[in-house]
């Protein structure tokens, strides 16, 4: 058995274009392979969560990748991307080496002051206030290291209470959503349009023992979920929250807050503009190495 790897270069300031492409043909089960979050854990001086031969690497360039086991999809994509401008590549792969090859660079690592990403294969000695998520997100998912992720985390620790009412909106492996029930919350729900990330935001949600917590949907946003909620995550792109503006108000609770992550600091002010037109304002941002997350609030 076979897959075949699509590999579509950018420049690391332009990665954001580069999950857009992807998005666009809706394909959201990426691999991102951003330069930025070794360079950030290097300047922080975690060598132990990394290895550093992945330091070698041109730290310029920016790598979105997909995986599909038909051929013919494969070719299409690249052929498209030529077409629409980026470098895009095809690799043919045997399944074993896929599936398993990429684990041993993905190392256990902290997340702010208390949250620590721990591969589901590795073994990690928890410290004094050390909070553990841990994770086996598959080659095709985020592994939380991205500066867009770190923010949320940071959000969620921040904002959610034991009492708040949570949708994480693009789940993906879960990682939010696990986070907010490791802080205490008990009343998440966690959707994403992908078939396979519904199922592995399961089955980590079910490794960290939060299945009574967490309540994992596949469906688009609009259509499957009903209620209000005091808190709303979506660390996605800024093209899609911008479209999430266009009815996220029906299911957010009085005085709810909106959070959102995975804009590329040069649109913030586009996303603002367009948050304000449909009557939010912000109420808390964050910028982090060319990153932006921010907390929006429905205008009084």
């Given at each position: 058995m076979?897959?075949?790897e699509i590999t579509l270069e950018t420049d690391a300031d332009k990665l954001d274009e580069g999950i857009l492409f992807f998005n666009n043909l809706d394909i959201w089960s990426l691999n991102i392979d951003d330069p930025n979050d070794m360079i950030t854990h290097q300047n922080q001086v975690r060598w132990d969560y990394i290895d550093e031969k992945?330091?070698?690497?041109?730290?310029?360039k920016a790598h979105v990748k997909y995986y599909t086991e038909d051929e013919n999809e494969a070719l299409e994509i690249r052929k498209k991307a030529i077409s629409d401008g980026f470098s895009c590549s095809v690799d043919k792969l045997k399944a074993e080496d896929w599936e398993n090859g990429w684990k041993k660079y993905y190392k256990p690592f902290k997340l702010g002051e208390k949250v620590v990403i721990i591969p589901a294969w590795e073994e990690y000695e928890l410290?004094?206030?050390?909070?553990?998520?841990?994770?086996?997100?598959?080659?095709a998912f985020g592994t939380g290291t991205h500066e867009t992720t770190k923010m949320c985390?940071?959000?969620?620790?921040?904002?959610?209470?034991?009492?708040?009412?949570?949708?994480?909106?693009?789940?993906?492996?879960?990682?939010?959503?696990?986070c907010a029930a490791r802080f205490g919350n008990k009343n998440i729900t966690a959707i994403d349009i992908d078939e396979l990330a519904v199922k592995i935001a399961k089955e980590n949600v079910e490794l960290n023992g939060f299945s009574n917590e967490i309540k994992v949907l596949q469906g688009d946003l609009f259509k499957k979920i009903t209620g209000?909620?005091?808190?709303?995550?979506?660390n996605i792109v800024a093209d899609i929250i911008k479209e999430l503006f266009n009815g996220i108000d029906n299911f957010l609770a009085e005085?709810?807050?909106f959070i959102t992550s995975g804009i590329i600091t040069e649109r913030r002010d586009e996303v603002v503009s367009y948050a304000e037109e449909?009557?939010?304002?912000?109420?808390?941002?964050?910028?982090?190495?060319g990153w932006t997350a921010i907390v929006f609030k429905k205008r009084i």
């Open positions: 076979y897959w075949y992945l330091l070698e690497r041109d730290m310029t410290k004094d206030g050390e909070l553990p998520v841990i994770l086996d997100s598959g080659m985390i940071g959000f969620i620790e921040k904002y959610i209470s034991n009492e708040s009412n949570v949708l994480d909106i693009g789940t993906g492996s879960g990682i939010l959503s696990i209000k909620y005091n808190v709303i995550i979506a005085n709810g807050l449909k009557g939010f304002v912000v109420f808390d941002e964050n910028e982090d190495d």
